[in-house]
């Protein structure tokens, strides 16, 4: 069970998945950033964007469950079993019900507190312009090399149309010296899908 509160959808919903076991930064959505947990910062980012019918928090953490009430957040309670985000959203996706197949679901990462409206619009305003697109993800350039070297960041190379091409942990694309020149861009932790996408997406 969750708890949220249902509403008409006259826009896309936007899944924010949150868990305390990260890998590599346990209990990570809940340490203060300039005292607010850092899953707060995310939630009220979203709300920025106003084309969003609801914001919802989908975990398997009654912590998380707990602070979102406290907050009066729509929480999704799912399986602990899950090792991607995005199998996290869309059992909240399913669970949230009445979801169309041609439905925009949003996921943005419980880590991104510096997102902003803009970010947003430019994973969501793809599906406006052609019916025919599945899916969408942020691209955000690298401007240092420290990034560009880090393996925890995922790079992605994209062709003229911005259809990703590949993603690659490695720093690409190669260059024998740094330089924000270079075009290099990391994905970003905003992912849109139509409904049936993410569902055929997550089923592989």
């Known amino acids: 069970s969750g708890t949220w509160s249902k509403t008409v959808m006259t826009g896309p919903i936007c899944v924010i998945p949150a868990r ?8 990570k959505p809940l340490v203060p950033l300039l005292g607010l947990p850092l899953v707060l910062h995310v939630y009220e980012r979203c709300r920025l964007y ?10 398997c953490d009654e912590e998380i469950r707990a602070f979102g009430d406290s907050r009066g957040f729509p929480v999704i309670m799912t399986s602990d ?4 985000a995005l199998d996290r959203v869309a059992e909240a996706a399913e669970k949230y019900g009445d ?4 439905d925009i679901v949003v996921c943005v990462q419980g880590d991104e507190p510096l997102l902003g409206p803009d970010m947003i619009e430019a994973v969501v305003k793809p599906f406006d312009d052609d019916p025919a697109v599945g899916s969408t993800m942020l691209a955000v350039p690298i401007t240092d090399e420290e990034t560009f070297l880090n393996p925890d960041m995922v790079k992605l190379v994209h062709d003229l ?19 924000p020149d270079i075009g290099a861009k990391r994905v970003g932790g905003i992912f ?3 409904w049936h996408m993410l569902k055929w997406f997550t089923g592989l």
């Open 81 to 84: 079993r899950h090792t991607r």
């Open 20 to 27: 305390m076991a990260s890998r590599r930064f346990p209990g």
């Open 50 to 59: 106003d084309g969003f019918s609801e914001v919802v928090i989908a975990t």
């Open 192 to 194: 849109g899908f139509r």
């Open 99 to 102: 979801v169309a197949k041609d």
């Open 161 to 179: 149309k911005g259809d990703v091409l590949f993603t690659s942990r490695a720093p690409i694309p190669y260059a024998k010296e740094f330089s």
